[in-house]
């Protein structure tokens, strides 16, 4: 969804960070050599997308189930969230290894 809104072609994203295994700002910095679609109106348009974005039960329940979090009414519902606490979660997992 990203990738597809700033113009970036998924082989060539994922050859650069295959290949340079960048940090944040080194692989912000080339995002911004190469989107095609990079203006102030496509981030905002692919943001607002993003903030109304919900995943479907099953991925919500996944990841929920995952971290140990009870899919009741106080557990995130939207994709950003449930995003954040999956790579908090991965995170977490690689460094235990």
Same mark, same amino acid.
């Given at each position: 969804?990203t990738l597809? +809104?700033?113009?970036?072609? @998924? &082989? +060539?994203?994922?050859?650069? /960070?295959?290949?340079?295994?960048? $940090?944040?700002? &080194? =692989? @912000?910095?080339? !995002?911004k @050599?190469?989107?095609?679609s990079? $203006?102030?109106?496509? /981030?905002?348009?692919?943001?607002?997308?993003l903030?109304g974005?919900?995943?479907?039960?099953? $991925? %919500? &329940?996944g /990841? #929920?189930? +995952?971290?140990? !979090?009870?899919?009741?009414?106080?557990a995130? %519902?939207?994709? !950003?969230?449930?995003?954040? #606490?999956?790579?908090?979660? @991965? =995170?977490?997992q690689? !460094? #235990?290894?």
């Amino acid at each position: 969804m990203t990738l597809a +809104a700033l113009g970036l072609d @998924e &082989q +060539a994203v994922s050859g650069y /960070i295959k290949q340079n295994k960048p $940090t944040y700002p &080194q =692989f @912000e910095n080339w !995002v911004k @050599e190469n989107a095609k679609s990079l $203006t102030r109106d496509a /981030i905002e348009k692919h943001n607002a997308a993003l903030r109304g974005y919900n995943h479907d039960d099953a $991925t %919500r &329940q996944g /990841i #929920l189930g +995952a971290c140990g !979090v009870a899919d009741d009414a106080s557990a995130p %519902r939207d994709a !950003v969230n449930l995003n954040n #606490l999956d790579d908090w979660y @991965e =995170f977490h997992q690689a !460094v #235990l290894k």
